[in-house]
């Protein structure tokens, strides 16, 4: 909030039957004193002084016209207004009750509360805000500062605070101050719903409320916001609205996974990271984001239904407003498996549009009628098919349980069996590829393969080599054989691909390139580094003629080259591929940006290959930076990109300070999978970090178990594995360990020791 002109109220003020005591807050609408009421009874009272810039006799005249409505509110948590005038100096105030007590979120976190207990306390707190819905109040301002918990017997008593006093400033502040600046927005942006940040009156409504009811149940839960205050503040009053109305807030759980301080907050709610994560994963976190929707109409209506969802919740029953319908039941499958059913859809409508261009293309070739009908029939099997398939995921028709997986496998029985398309090779050719598809998204590559194997045997059988639908699949092959750890194969049949693409479509073509350059980095993965290059300079030499230097993917060609340089050693060729391609990043995406973090830490990596180490240390500092900003904390490319500076920290002597950096890596990296094999090459360079600390033992078991990671993982020989072997051997050599050395030393040339 904006700064206020120093007020002339300050304790010992005077104002009507009031004597300020001391300051107890500060918010966005005012500032609040302890008072002494003097009469017609003698008690102490809260009297928040409302900011300057408001007509007081609207504001006045409005909460008058409101009063009898607030005065019919009489709910054990909700905290009395109870009066309102004008200041000496002109300010509008307003008198409540004195409620003694810490902010929702301060109370749950102080005390540890279990997931359970903070359920509790928030239920009242939504039956509450519903009483004052029903005596017709709506708040406005609900957040944590304005639900105030304090011990009663030994319970935890919430009141909730400000009741009417947003509406009766709001009313006269109009919806132009809703667009002027911070410190002039009626209510909080943290907590403000988007039909409120879009301002006028008559846009908000009780789902309002609702709504920041939401924001508060999302910060009990995780620990954080929806949209953190820097981002929201830091963006300006036109794009911080933009955000709060158009943009879908991180879900509960991927919030909490994203941070780096998730032990610490499962800590606050007595349970344990990996616990907690589950529990966000679940229906409470289905419960917050339906809290959150932007239609106030898909929204929970009221505050009780709401509640009525989280009294499901700890009765480990279905949540619900209504009846499980069939929708619903849907509604729920497709949350729960949101990425698979996504991209299941995308591979259906991908499938569909590369129907459709072909369609085009062959029109514009001579066979117009014939092909386009044919065309389109193939188009309609193949639709009627996919929905079919996904009609089968419905829960009303496999139960709630369903997975993606498991209707995926149905299918493909199905397809083995199914004679329907054996007169349309083509059209079952298409299903499989599309299955095919569907289990790579899911990343089970051994499902997918003979897929595509069979959809590509399908379509030489009715196509012929020369048809360009064959490309399609055969590349999936490729880069399923690629995904699963076969390289061997992989390169085989890019090669073929690359061969087929230059007899259908030439050398001069942007496809080819591509296709060329896949080639080239998978020669890089098995460490034919030289082989890699000559290809990649083609790839890019023939990018440069055909689509242009300010073509978007040319920086990543640039950086793929300089990156297979610097693992070859030729570390002073790649910096200046790095530069372009950095510049050109620069221009395309600006900072912060993905683009621009991930090259920035290649870059810092060529820098430091080639003993630039001061402009090596500002770059992979400078990536580190924009990582966590652009990906959160807890990414694996920040974790690379910590593993960037600590390499540059190492070499430059201070391996205690890299030390802390790398076990941050190893912690994300272990988190996503415990084969990783970037988790290999941190626990490897933990393994250096710790033996130039002189910690021998700790640091060869750090290297060998990385050693195991990368040679399971990538492949038994790379230059990096042999590196790390080398380390291992000069160690041991060191310790006049020659038997321990002699098994590391036929790794470090490349061989297999017996």
């Known amino acids: 909030t904006m700064p206020f002109p120093a007020l002339s109220e300050r304790p010992g003020t005077i104002i009507g039957p009031y004597k300020l005591l001391e300051q107890i807050g500060e918010g966005g609408m005012g500032v609040v004193y302890m008072a002494e009421q003097t009469e017609p009874v003698a008690r102490r009272v809260a009297l928040k002084i409302i900011k300057p810039g408001l007509d007081t006799r609207q504001v006045i005249a409005r909460f008058e016209a409101e009063r009898q409505a607030l005065a019919m509110m009489d709910h054990p948590n909700i905290a009395k207004v109870l009066d309102a005038g004008a200041t000496d100096s002109g300010r509008p105030y307003f008198v409540m009750e004195l409620v003694k007590g810490v902010p929702i979120t301060q ?8 997931a359970t207990a903070r359920l509790e306390l928030f239920l009242a707190v939504c039956h509450a805000v519903q009483h004052a819905h029903q005596k017709g109040v709506i708040h406005r301002d609900l957040k944590p500062s304005n639900i105030l918990v304090s011990r009663v017997d030994q319970h935890a008593a919430p009141r909730v605070i ?61 620990g954080a916001l929806p949209f953190e205050s820097t981002a929201l503040r830091g963006a300006g009053p036109v794009e911080a609205q ?31 990271a990996r616990s907690l994560e589950r529990r966000l994963t679940g229906d409470l976190g289905w419960v917050i984001m339906r809290a959150l929707e932007k239609d106030p109409a898909r929204r929970y209506q009221s505050a009780n239904e709401l509640a009525a969802d989280l009294e499901r919740l700890r009765r480990n029953e279905p949540v619900g407003a ?27 409508v991908a499938l569909t549009a590369g129907i459709t261009l072909a369609t085009v293309g062959l029109v514009r070739a001579k066979r117009a ?31 709630p349980d369903v997975t993606v997986m498991e209707v995926v496998d149905s299918t493909a029985a199905q397809m083995e069996s199914d004679t329907t398309f054996h007169d349309d090779p083509l059209v079952r050719a298409d299903i499989l590829h599309a299955l095919g598809e ?47 750890g076969n390289l061997e194969d992989a390169i085989v049949t890019q090669e073929e691909v690359v061969a087929l693409s230059e007899r259908a479509i030439g050398k001069e073509h942007e496809e080819y390139s591509a296709r ?13 580094l030289a082989k890699a290059e000559g290809i990649l300079r083609e790839a890019i030499a023939i990018d440069r003629r055909v689509l242009g230097n300010d073509h978007e993917d040319m920086p990543i060609s640039l950086n793929n080259l300089a990156t297979i340089l610097v693992d070859d050693g030729k570390c002073e060729d790649a910096i200046p591929l790095h530069e372009e ?18 090259a920035l830490g290649n870059y810092a990596r060529a820098l430091d290959c080639a003993g630039r180490f001061v402009e090596a240390e500002i770059a992979a500092d400078s990536a580190l930076t924009m990582c966590a900003t652009v990906f959160g904390p807890r990414h694996h490319r920040t974790a690379t990109c910590r593993v960037r500076l600590a390499e540059v920290l190492l070499h430059t002597n201070r391996a205690a300070a890299a030390e802390p950096l790398l076990r941050e890596a190893i912690d994300v990296f272990e988190s996503i999978d415990e084969r990783f094999w970037r988790l290999g090459d941190a626990r490897a360079r933990l393994g250096e970090v710790l033996l130039a600390q002189g910690r021998g033992a700790e640091g060869v078991r750090e290297l060998v178990a990385g050693w195991d990671i990368l040679t399971e993982t990538v492949k038994p020989d790379t230059p990096r594995s042999r590196e790390i072997a080398a380390i291992i051997v000069s160690y041991y050599d060191g310790a006049q360990e020659r038997s321990l050395a002699d098994p590391w030393r036929v790794r470090a040339a490349g061989g297999s020791p017996e």
Do not use: W
């Open 107 to 114: 109370f749950c976190d102080v005390g540890h509360l279990t």
């Open 162 to 222: 400000d009741f009417g006093i947003a509406k009766a400033a709001e009313a006269v502040a109009g919806a132009e101050t809703m667009h002027t600046a911070f410190g002039s927005v009626i209510g909080t942006l943290e907590y403000m719903s988007p039909e409120q940040a879009a301002g006028g009156e008559a846009k908000v409504d009780t789902r309002s409320d609702v709504y920041s009811l939401g924001v508060v149940l999302y910060e009990l839960a995780t």
């Open 242 to 272: 933009r955000l709060i109305r158009d943009t879908d807030p991180p879900t509960p759980a991927r919030r909490f996974t994203g941070t780096s301080s998730r032990d610490a907050i499962a800590r606050t709610r007595s349970t344990d």
């Open 322 to 348: 209504g009846p499980p319908s069939r929708r619903y039941r849907a509604a729920r499958f497709v949350r729960r498996h949101r990425t698979a059913v996504i991209a299941a859809s995308v591979v259906f």
């Open 369 to 399: 009628q014939a092909v386009a009908e044919s065309e389109a029939l193939r188009a309609t099997k193949i639709r009627d098919f996919l929905t079919n398939m996904l009609a089968q995921s419905r829960p009303d028709k496999r139960g």
């Open 438 to 484: 569907t289990y790579r998204t899911l990343d089970q590559y051994e499902r997918a393969l003979p897929l595509f194997q069979a959809a590509l045997a399908l379509k030489r059988s009715a196509a012929g080599d020369n048809d360009r639908t064959i490309l399609i699949t055969l590349n999936k092959v490729s880069q399923t054989q690629a995904e699963s």
């Open 516 to 528: 060329l350059s896949n080639l080239g980095n998978m020669y890089a993965d098995v460490g034919e």
């Open 581 to 598: 391609s950095l510049a050109m990043r620069h221009r395309a995406y600006g900072e912060p940006s993905a683009e621009m973090a991930v």
